[in-house]
């Protein structure tokens, strides 16, 4: 028998509460069929009910989906919603570990798997499961750096998760997921990166265009020691100069020297 169970009704109900039952049910039984309106209750497929008989948790645990009987005038019942429920953390103004004012909200999902619990153990399951997360997430996130609060969301999440569960465990509560939603900066602080940010980008843009001209240098080079080795791949490559501006429809074509003349002359 759970815990729940034993403990609603220490000490049994006492004489006053047996005649009053039996009052009940003679009143329904003298009633009928107009007492069934009152008695027969339906609950949804995601419901629970949690029924009491005279303050005391009657013995059996909630009940549902479908119908389910309920005495009058002695008892009463709570329906609770099994569903789960996202919760929109409000925006929580957090300083964090390196003394930087940041704003961060963030999104919990939670749903009751104990209705008895959710009832008996605590007022207002919802409320405080909200307000909870609301001091979770300071909580954490003030042991955190900007730059864990901007790399390692993941990793809050799931220690944020894990918190929460344990904390809500006892109320029959169980919290699915966590997210962080958005973290908001200080705007000093957001022009700050973005500077920072622009100059990475352009000290990177400046790197990748001075390798781009060493690498050039050096396949020119390499050209250059090829065509002085065979003079006839630099008499190739001036025809191909001359295809390539006869092609461009220029007034003016430049002919290159054949390579052997300027040899005689270099050679005296």
């Given at each position: 028998?759970?815990?729940?169970?034993?403990?609603?009704?220490?000490?049994?109900?006492?004489?006053?509460?047996?005649v009053?039952?039996?009052?009940?049910?003679?009143?329904?039984?003298?009633?009928?069929?107009?007492?069934?309106?009152?008695?027969?209750?339906?609950?949804?497929?995601?419901?629970?009910?949690?029924?009491?008989?005279?303050?005391?948790?009657?013995?059996?645990?909630?009940?549902?989906?479908g119908?389910?009987?309920?005495?009058?005038?002695i008892?009463?019942?709570?329906?609770?919603?099994?569903?789960?429920?996202?919760?929109?953390?409000?925006?929580?103004?957090?300083?964090?570990?390196?003394?930087?004012?940041v704003?961060?909200?963030?999104?919990?999902?939670?749903?009751?798997?104990?209705?008895?619990?959710?009832?008996?153990?605590?007022?207002?399951?919802?409320?405080?499961?909200?307000?909870?997360?609301?001091?979770?997430?300071?909580?954490?996130?003030?042991?955190?750096?900007?730059?864990?609060?901007?790399?390692?969301?993941?990793?809050?999440?799931?220690?944020?998760?894990?918190?929460?569960?344990?904390?809500?465990?006892?109320?029959?509560?169980?919290?699915?997921?966590?997210?962080?939603?958005?973290?908001?900066?200080?705007?000093?602080?957001?022009?700050?990166m973005?500077?920072?940010?622009?100059?990475?980008?352009?000290?990177?843009?400046?790197?990748?265009?001075?390798?781009?001209?060493?690498?050039?240098?050096?396949?020119?080079?390499?050209?250059?020691?090829?065509?002085?080795?065979?003079p006839?791949?630099?008499?190739?490559?001036?025809?191909?100069?001359?295809?390539?501006?006869?092609?461009?429809?220029?007034?003016t074509?430049?002919?290159?020297?054949?390579?052997?003349?300027?040899?005689?002359?270099?050679?005296?």
């Amino acid at each position: 028998m759970p815990d729940h169970e034993q403990e609603a009704d220490p000490e049994g109900p006492g004489c006053c509460s047996y005649v009053l039952t039996l009052f009940s049910f003679l009143l329904i039984i003298c009633t009928l069929p107009f007492s069934l309106c009152f008695c027969v209750k339906v609950v949804q497929e995601y419901e629970r009910a949690v029924i009491f008989r005279l303050g005391r948790l009657l013995q059996g645990g909630a009940k549902g989906p479908g119908i389910f009987f309920v005495a009058p005038c002695i008892d009463t019942f709570r329906n609770v919603d099994l569903r789960t429920v996202s919760y929109d953390v409000p925006p929580q103004e957090i300083l964090s570990k390196d003394s930087v004012t940041v704003s961060v909200a963030a999104v919990i999902y939670f749903r009751v798997i104990d209705p008895v619990m959710a009832v008996t153990c605590i007022d207002h399951y919802s409320h405080s499961t909200r307000l909870l997360a609301a001091t979770t997430l300071r909580n954490v996130l003030g042991t955190k750096s900007l730059a864990d609060l901007l790399a390692e969301r993941e990793a809050i999440s799931h220690q944020m998760h894990s918190t929460l569960d344990e904390a809500t465990d006892p109320w029959g509560v169980k919290v699915e997921r966590v997210e962080i939603k958005d973290v908001r900066l200080p705007l000093q602080l957001q022009r700050a990166m973005a500077a920072e940010a622009e100059a990475a980008r352009v000290a990177r843009a400046k790197f990748i265009a001075a390798e781009g001209e060493h690498r050039a240098s050096r396949a020119l080079r390499e050209a250059a020691d090829v065509l002085d080795e065979s003079p006839s791949a630099l008499q190739l490559r001036y025809l191909q100069t001359l295809n390539t501006i006869s092609a461009e429809k220029n007034s003016t074509i430049i002919f290159p020297l054949p390579i052997d003349v300027l040899q005689h002359f270099m050679k005296k």
